[in-house]
């Protein structure tokens, strides 16, 4: 940042981002929140499954668009997603990455560790 080279934990630059607060971190389970968050993409995630799974067709990342689908819940979802997590310009866009974001977010007992996801 401004040419001078500068380090902070994961944990440091989630709270001065605004993602965890300082009371959230300073709970008894908030490590062991932290351990049980996926950084990486699971085995049993496979986003051609799931993109097949909302949309009702074939998922294809250079052609799937939010209004394939079906769940309006999902739909909203991945609009939050696109808009806020990722920044596209064109929230309509389902890539890859938004497609795995939506995942975690509506599979039970998943839950992401956004600065190092």
Excluded: Q
Aim: contains cysteine.
């Amino acid at each position: 940042m401004g040419g001078v080279s500068r380090e902070c934990s994961i944990t440091e630059l989630a709270t001065r981002v605004g993602i965890y607060t300082v009371d959230e971190m300073r709970s008894v389970h908030f490590l062991a929140f932290l351990a049980d968050c996926l950084t990486d993409r699971p085995d049993d995630y496979n986003e051609n499954t799931f993109g097949a799974e909302i949309t009702g067709g074939v998922y294809t990342p250079s052609t799937a668009r939010g209004r394939m689908i079906r769940s309006t819940t999902y739909r909203l979802l991945h609009r939050l997603i696109s808009m806020s997590l990722t920044h596209h310009k064109n929230s309509e866009r389902v890539p890859s990455t938004d497609l795995y974001f939506l995942w975690a977010l509506v599979t039970p007992g998943r839950h992401l560790n956004l600065p190092v996801a």
